[in-house]
């Protein structure tokens, strides 16, 4: 997502995770409880044993949905769309309560919650820079639920989206030190998948390593309209090493 055209949604590529044989065959176990043979023939799998394989996880539709709320917040709060952004706000509340009836643990629903409130402040306010910091901290705590389910897209990549934007408004609003924590976060998030973006776009990580290293230089001398440009190309990037995996 780049400043100055938003997020957009793009969940989907993040989400399609491989099902194994044994998820497969805990979903026909599931519904017709028949059951699976292995590769060779072997004896029939019981029900408990693939139903506790943690590979048969999927992220559930309520935590994809708040990952593209949360970026749309932001889309329509960089617009100064004040309405819109109340109407996903108001999404962002009504899919948080399902949460808890889909699995994920109450800690990450207080984080979630209490980011909620702190969005819900700045909105009120009209701040804003307050509403784009908080809004992004909402997509942190989604990015930290994702973790806990098979992904298509590694969660370094959304935390790389994170991290990018978390840099861009402190860059924007002159919070230099929490700037230069977003680019050291981007810079580890990036070493987990840059092996597998070499591989498949050498350009692409050329381009991403030496934005990263800009963006450090650009923190680094308190430069505005610099590290602003710098993190939204980076931005921009994210989104196509997501359409590598």
Not at 30 to 58: D, E, F, I, L, Q
Request: charged share 20%.
């Amino acid at each position: 997502m780049s400043g100055s055209q938003g997020a957009g949604v793009r969940s989907t590529r993040r989400v399609q995770a491989w099902m194994t044989p044994y998820a497969v065959c805990a979903v026909v176990l599931a519904v017709g409880g028949a059951g699976c043979k292995g590769n060779h023939g072997g004896p029939t799998a019981s029900a408990p044993t693939v139903a506790s394989t943690p590979t048969a996880r999927v992220l559930p539709s309520p935590v994809e949905q708040a990952e593209a709320l949360a970026e749309d917040v932001q889309t329509y709060l960089d617009q100064n769309a004040w309405p819109a952004a109340e109407a996903k706000f108001r999404q962002l509340r009504a899919v948080g309560e399902k949460l808890a009836s889909v699995g994920v643990a109450e800690t990450k629903r207080s984080a979630y919650v209490n980011a909620l409130d702190s969005l819900a402040a700045a909105i009120a306010r009209r701040s804003r820079a307050g509403a784009l910091t908080a809004g992004n901290r909402v997509s942190r705590v989604v990015a930290g639920i994702m973790a806990d389910y098979p992904t298509k897209v590694p969660v370094d990549v959304t935390l790389m989206d994170v991290a990018g934007r978390d840099a861009l408004y402190a860059a924007q609003q002159g919070r230099w030190s929490d700037a230069a924590k977003a680019t050291a976060e981007l810079g580890r998030s990036y070493t987990a998948v840059q092996v597998h973006v070499r591989g498949r776009d050498p350009a692409l990580d050329r381009r991403v390593t030496g934005e990263i290293a800009r963006l450090q230089r650009a923190v680094a001398s308190r430069a505005p309209d610099r590290a602003t440009s710098v993190a939204q190309a980076l931005l921009e990037d994210v989104d196509r090493i997501e359409q590598t995996f």
